[in-house]
């Protein structure tokens, strides 16, 4: 199944946006990022450090300024990775960074002008003018789905009830990793179909940004395109390759304030930022490559990345930068995260013939449609050849060659004998409408029979017109590689691609060049001295001390910032914990003076935690085991000596002779009590005599005295069946609960 074994690591590409206009305002002096496009560094300053302090410098495999195009970005770094998931890898893209960087600008970008169209657009021309250009032999099915992450809920933007719509939960399969159960999937046959489904979901979660506060920033987008090719191999048999390209436009980065807040707002906002420390818990996790624990499991986003980041993925890691000097901190902080991610290692393989392609399913379906069909046209081809009595020259056997002439053959007889028979059965209908010779009854029956026969006729036909319809309508879902080839092969156009193609690996490679170069001068700048004097040399060794002594300082600064980041955010988790601890402490005062020890029991011994949707969740109440549900099914057997079926719970309290409740069972067992009335609730029961039972049976809580008052005035029978209808109900309904 797998092509490729080797290793590669994440690509990590910095961009950093212009100043807007009221950053703009501070004067040129206010941007601290400075770029080096040749060698692919971002190097930053500290606003608030005096000038002396050495700068920070980051190097990536690509820096794209704030002059760079949306299309040097694509052509450059996202176009491989688009031709991989083609050829059948899997290839994810995120966008990384403070809210306001520009991640929707690199992701989606302005649709309507084509210079600033952003990666998914150019994604979406890139898949399907491929697809037009490809060989004839070739065919794809192109699937496209849109969720988002909001709050540790993962939502289908799709969902025509996004609003109303339960989170979805995460699954895992042998074949293609963790995936979303009952995700909607939408099969897209054009670039325009692709958009609509895209608009679809951007129109689902600006409605969501109305009802929410800064929701688009706080959720993580993932938009999911499958593209499925199937190929015949060198053993004739088609083979399907399945590219899966995760396009992610991240929440932002920035820490949410946690301080002060409660309850809901407190958990609400633990949880926003919970994705993204996860995200950076695994990255930190992969890039030291020591921990053999990855945190995958620790949030929804995490999960769905799994592959993306150590697995079968080809990943691409777009880090966004603010210029403004008041954004220091954030934008350091994304660097470092972006730098760590450089060092992950993925192991990226074509995914070949998986099991649960649906390109096959289509492909079976789509077969069995035209088996039908042909079966179908066949038996109108032969009842016409009875109606004409003609033989026929074609062979029945010739089924492979001709195939597709055979079958328009077949159909256009089947459509004339349609026509015929229906010319035929107006004919006879004409000719017995004229017959004089018969009986009006017998026309009518006649008459009526012929009719009958062209129902049947009409029927079939439509029936058949469906099936057709049926058989087009996934056929077509279906794109076939060189259909559109006169629309598309712009010669030029291609080889103007390929040259762009060329370019930008070329600009690659130089960069990789120089950056080696640049470690490599390091090393060797020694070796490359001679010393004519003692005085040279010791000229030569101070200039390198002072050089080694500034990286030590940066080094030095470096472990300093890391170290406060820690303390800051060990701070900030220790204020989350404390403010959680109150909380449950704030609960388990609740549980434990106000709900009866027995029930929590119960309730605790019901619970069982579910890894997979990470939640605790209730068992069912009956086990599924045969034995159980039979005894579910069955009413208690009436046992000798009482007047109905008994609980063996009711009879284990009778037995045990405690409780009254029971006792009430026979009235026989009842004792007479012979004390006096309480006049007082004599003369209520008096007053509400129409309510008397009711009320009676609604105050469990009232006490002995007007239980005994009442056998004592002769009334006990309403009052011992109805409490032991309740106790039997009550019985009948622990049954099960005690059965547990
Ligand atoms: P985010 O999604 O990270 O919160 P946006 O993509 O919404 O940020 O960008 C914020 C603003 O900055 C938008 O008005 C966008 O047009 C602008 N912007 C971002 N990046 C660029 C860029 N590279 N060139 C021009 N404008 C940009
Ligand atoms: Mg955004």
Redesign the pocket.
Known sequence: MSKNKSSESVKVVV????L?RKEESNGPAGCIVQMDLRLGQVILRNPRAPASEPQKTFTFDAV?D?N?K?GDLYDESVRPLIDSVLAGFNGTIF?Y????????????G?WMDPE?RGVIPNAFDHIFTHISRSQSDKQYLVRASYLEIYLEEVLDLLDPNHGNARALELRESPESGVYVRDLTSCVCKSIKEIEEVMNVGNQARAVAATDMNEH??RSHALFLITVECSQPGPDGRKHIRVGRLNLV?LA?SERQAKTGVQGERLKEAAKINLSLSALGNVISALADGRSGHVPYRDSKLTRLLQDSLGGNAKTVMVA?LGPAPQHYDETLTTLRYANRAKNIQNQPRVNEDPKDALLREFQMEIARLRAQLNHRKWRTKQKKEQVDGEGWERDGDEETEGEEDEEEGVEKDAEEYVKLEEQRLEREKQDIREDQFMLAEEKQRLLGEKEKMMGVLRKEQEATEQLTAKYKAMESKLLVGGKNIIDHTNEQQKMLEGKRHEIAEQTRSEREIQQQMLVRDDETVELRETFTSLQQEVEAKTKKLKKLYAKLQCIKAEIQDVNDEHVRSRQELEQTQNELTRELKFKYLIIENFIPPEEKNKIMNRLTFDPEEDQWKFQPLVRAESKSSSQMKKRPASAVGYKRPISQYARVAIAMGAHSRYRAENIMFLELDMTPPNSASLDRSAESEPNQSHSLDNSPTKDRSVRKSRSWCQTPKSITSSSSNVSLAACHTATPMTAQ
Do not use: F, I, L
């Open positions: 961009r950093c946006r212009p807007n794209y704030a760079s949306q966008a960074g403070q809210t306001g960087t520009g991640k929707t600008y690199t992701m989606q302005a600033k688009s920033s436009d932002g966004t």
